[in-house]
């Protein structure tokens, strides 16, 4: 068995702690490097999908067994956006508190103003809608916080979305509590359903468009389980399966403070179980691409690379 594992960030925080697991999967396995991109780009390359705009919003809706047809669609993730002097500045939900039930509401609000459009939630935080042309190709949490010129092409459209989510009694009882609103939403990744391929059995994934892109490869897709031991448990025993562990994009780009605790909690739920599976011989290599280091690196690791132990495991710094 090939587990794979993405995680985007990981050289990126600046570790203070040592992490054995992990550390010894880099040290005796093979490097490899590429170009760096952004995992999206990663994850369009990985499935075939094609140049041109990732489309996210596409590959959400196919997450969900629905069909998106011919249409194009775009991912509309929910937002608090502040407007100072024609620049935007982003707040994406991944800083906030925000419930299903609260972004069924406001996308049922915003179905009923525009007729056509389809707001349709895929997780509370990940929305998506029918819309044509959006030149965006960032998610709103690699944009958090800088302030932005006020898009012309989707102007019009994001202060009428505006209106009808300012007087909402959704955002009303958020402000009451001292929340942020939900004012707006992060336009991007437009396009059609595009065709998929993939080496892997099965995919694993918080984000919906990659479990989308499994979807359309004809892929066994299933949402990311909490450890290693709980991903094992469920693979078959032979092929290629692949794990994509982004959990250290949200406290990179809102919250610096909590990457140490992601990192330490990816060694002890991942990292250290993938490293004693692959001594036991239950899993015969992992492979760890990092898409964002400065070289776009991948280390490949199997049972006999554990046995060269002049390669000495050191800090996280030292193989960014």
């Known amino acids: 068995m090939h587990c794979e594992l993405v995680v985007p960030g990981l050289f990126a925080g600046g570790s203070t702690s040592r992490l054995a697991g992990l550390e010894l999967l ?43 047809g011919e ?20 707040v994406p939900a991944e800083a906030f ?3 299903a ?9 915003l179905n009923v103003h525009f007729a056509g459009m389809e707001f349709t939630v895929s ?29 012309k092409q989707s102007a019009p459209l994001l202060t009428e979305i505006q209106m009808v989510l300012h007087a909402h009694p959704v955002n009303e009882a958020r402000e009451a509590r001292g929340e942020p609103a939900v004012n707006s939403v992060w336009l991007w990744g437009a396009g059609p359903a595009p065709r998929a391929l993939a080496p892997w059995q099965s995919v694993a994934a918080d984000d919906p468009a990659v479990l989308g892109a499994a979807r359309l490869a004809n ?32 406290p990179l780009a809102l919250a610096a403070d909590r990457v140490q605790n ?4 990816l060694e002890r739920e991942w990292f250290a179980p993938l490293l004693a599976a692959l001594r036991s011989g239950h899993v015969g290599m992992v492979t760890l691409h ?5 070289s776009g690196v991948s280390f490949e690791t199997i049972r006999g690379d554990l046995l060269r132990f002049w390669r000495l495991r050191r800090a996280l710094k030292n193989y960014a």
Not at 74 to 82: C, F, I
Not at 101 to 109: F, K, N, P, S, T
Not at 290 to 294: E, I, L, Q, R, S
């Open 26 to 68: 880099l040290a005796r396995g093979r490097r490899s490097a590429r170009e760096a991109k952004p995992l999206e780009r990663w994850v369009q390359e990985a499935f075939q999908i094609g140049e041109g705009v990732y489309p996210a919003g596409a590959l959400t809706l196919a997450a969900q067994g629905k069909d998106p």
């Open 262 to 265: 992601e990192l330490e909690v």
């Open 219 to 250: 892929a066994r897709q299933r949402a990311l389980p909490r450890s290693a031991h709980e991903w094992l448990e469920r693979l078959a025993q032979d092929g290629r399966h692949l794990a994509v562990l982004d959990a250290l994009r949200a």
């Open 123 to 151: 997780q509370p935080r990940r929305w998506c809608a029918r819309l044509a042309s959006i030149d965006e190709s960032r998610p709103a949490l690699d944009v958090a916080g800088t302030a932005l010129e006020l898009p």
């Open 71 to 90: 249409d194009s669609w775009v991912r509309a993730d929910p937002v608090h956006l502040r407007v100072i002097d024609d620049k935007l500045v982003v």
């Open 97 to 99: 508190a925000l419930s």
């Open 290 to 294: 990092v898409p964002d280091a400065a």
């Open 101 to 109: 039930e609260e972004a069924g509401a406001l996308c049922e609000a």
